[in-house]
């Protein structure tokens, strides 16, 4: 099955410096990859998701790669912001909206 | 929008005791419902899928008669944990896919944490 590896685990940087999180996954069949992120004592929230057919996307501050050959993709942020604090989950799926596989996940901390 | 609720956002009870918790998509119809554990500071664990009418499908190692699950609405979803155990103290979470969205995420619920005493 499906094996979602993420990294690194922790993550601190700087008010306004940029921050990558990167996973690797095993099914090359997997043709869906979102980022959730979670705030202490919530639910994840979608911030980004990108397809199989597609080697980036970006949504204002926030863009994801995906590299299909070597299996791994990576979530960016750039400008942190310190609400930007909290663990961020990257997920694969080989069947879209089904069958997500998640990472351990990353806490990120945005000092200010 | 897509938004998912639960209730309750958090539920202590005694062991030995079942404690129902209800996954709602307030504004979309849900084909399929996902239910989720997550122990602290770890990633979500799927325990089982359920599509609206038919009996869940349960991961490996999810006991199907101690988490039951019925999904009698395509905007309703319930998980029961029969005879709650302290070991079963978790944070539950719900997601849904929109029905007639064949390429569509999951969107999450808020989450229910239950503490068994």
């Given at each position: 099955g499906e094996n979602v590896e993420q990294h690194p685990s922790t993550l601190s940087v700087q008010e306004g410096d940029s921050a990558v999180i990167k996973c690797t996954y095993s099914d090359?069949?997997?043709?869906?990859?979102?980022?959730?992120?979670?705030?202490?004592?919530?639910?994840?929230?979608?911030?980004?998701d990108i397809r199989s057919n597609v080697g980036e996307k970006k949504d204002q501050r926030i863009a994801v790669t995906l590299?299909?050959?070597a299996k791994h993709f990576s979530l960016h942020i750039t400008e942190t912001q310190p609400e930007d604090s909290a663990v961020y989950f990257c997920a694969?799926?080989?069947?879209?909206?089904?069958?997500?596989?998640?990472?351990?996940g990353t806490r990120l901390s945005v000092l200010p | 929008g897509a938004v998912v609720s639960q209730h309750p956002s958090r539920v202590i009870c005694k062991s030995g005791t079942s404690v129902?918790?209800?996954?709602?998509?307030?504004?979309?119809?849900?084909?399929?419902?996902?239910?989720?554990?997550?122990?602290p500071k770890q990633s979500l664990?799927?325990?089982?899928?359920?599509?609206?009418?038919?009996?869940?499908?349960?991961?490996?190692?999810?006991?199907?008669?101690?988490?039951?699950?019925?999904?009698?609405?395509?905007?309703?979803?319930?998980?029961?944990?029969?005879?709650?155990?302290?070991?079963?103290?978790?944070?539950y979470i719900c997601s849904a896919n929109k029905r007639g969205s064949l390429q569509e995420t999951q969107y999450f619920g808020p989450g229910t944490r239950l503490l068994v005493l």
């Open positions: 090359s069949a997997s043709n869906y990859f979102p980022w959730y992120k979670q705030e202490l004592g919530k639910g994840p929230q979608l911030i980004i590299n299909k050959t694969a799926s080989e069947n879209y909206g089904q069958n997500f596989v998640f990472g351990p | 129902k918790i209800e996954c709602r998509s307030l504004d979309f119809q849900a084909t399929t419902m996902f239910w989720y554990r997550q122990f664990m799927l325990m089982a899928t359920s599509n609206e009418g038919s009996k869940a499908t349960y991961e490996q190692g999810v006991e199907k008669d101690k988490f039951l699950i019925n999904h009698a609405s395509l905007t309703l979803s319930t998980l029961t944990v029969t005879s709650a155990h302290p070991e079963d103290s978790s944070f």
